[in-house]
């Protein structure tokens, strides 16, 4: 057997993991530890690291056997630097080197890439996105981002900006996304259903119509998770919710089929957790909304990669850091 393993780690705003693989996209090995951003980026850094060497030392290899190793984290950042530039859900992490940290510490291939992107890489190779040609990836967690792929390759952008839909205007007032009313994000976003459910929670108190999110504890506001554990016992104010949430989604989708004329749209996060009761209004608001020829060879489907996804993103940022090296 080999000894060549591959490294991922994902870091987000409340946990980070670290993950090994000899045959990507399996894991032999993970480590989880909450990231703590307030703490500053020093601790989760030094846990990073052992976390690392106590996995190789598990499997019994040393650092010349890493192929490479994949960070994946929101932005913003510079892939072409490998610094992290302070994204909202890691306010303290001012411009870390963590390219620079691991290459140190490890001596080998090291590549940052944003999380869309990497999870656009992950659903393409192994995931709802595999044999297509032009796909295109959506968070919709808490927020919205994308991650395009364009003729089978990552398409970044410029700047590495591109996929900012959720900034994307479509109403003049709404609910706000990415510091702006009536965004994409504002709309169709973990945050965006919450805000959306407000008010229409609101207006159902005042009419006297019957809702289980009537029932939550006084001065609790509705999540995104408490709209959708109601839409799934039945509630109609809840599925109401949910509905207006997927029209304005589809509303974004139509805008990304018209300009990109993908094969597939993969979302993940709640479109993986509501499935068509979020998805059939997407689908039908972009098929009101975008050009035949374009819809024609479009499919709209949730992510299948669940709660790994952020595992096999960071190990395809690995593999690739490992290919240029050999290149």
């Keep these: 057997m080999s000894n060549d393993v591959w490294v ?178 504002g709309w169709a976003s973990g945050a965006g259903l919450a805000q959306i459910g407000e008010k229409m929670i609101r207006a159902a108190r005042k009419n006297g119509r019957a809702s289980l999110l009537l029932d939550l504890p006084q001065g609790h506001k509705a999540t995104a998770k408490d709209i959708g554990e109601a839409a799934a016992k039945g509630d109609m104010l809840a599925r109401a919710i949910i509905t207006e949430c997927g029209r304005k989604l589809g509303l974004g989708l139509a805008v990304l089929v018209d300009i990109l004329n993908p094969d597939r749209i993969v979302i993940g996060g709640l479109a993986m957790r509501l499935g068509d009761m979020l998805l059939e209004p997407a689908r039908k608001a972009m098929r009101r909304e975008a050009l035949a020829p374009a819809l024609a060879v479009c499919t709209v489907v949730p992510a299948t990669l669940g709660e790994s996804i952020g595992d096999v993103a960071a190990l395809c940022i690995a593999m690739d850091a490992g290919a240029q090296k050999e290149i």
């Design 8 to 185: 991922g780690v994902d870091i987000g705003g409340t946990k980070t993991a670290v993950v090994l693989s000899r045959r990507p996209p399996e894991v032999i090995s993970r480590t989880e530890f909450p990231t703590f951003p307030a703490k500053g980026p020093q601790q989760a850094i030094d846990q990073i690291l052992s976390a690392i060497k106590r996995a190789l030392a598990a499997v019994k290899v040393s650092n010349n056997s890493i192929r490479g190793i994949g960070v994946s984290c929101g932005g913003p950042l510079d892939p072409h630097t490998g610094v992290i530039h302070t994204p909202p859900n890691l306010p303290t992490w001012v411009d870390v080197p963590i390219v620079e940290i691991l290459k140190v510490a490890f001596g080998c291939p090291v590549a940052l890439v944003n999380d869309a992107n990497a999870c656009a890489m992950a659903e393409h190779r192994y995931g709802a996105g595999q044999g297509t040609r032009n796909m295109i990836f959506l968070t919709m967690g808490t927020g919205l981002g994308a991650g395009i792929i364009i003729e089978k390759k990552l398409y970044s952008g410029s700047s590495d900006m591109a996929g900012e839909i959720g900034h994307v205007r479509l109403t003049r007032s709404g609910p706000v996304g990415y510091n702006k009313a009536g965004s994409v994000e």
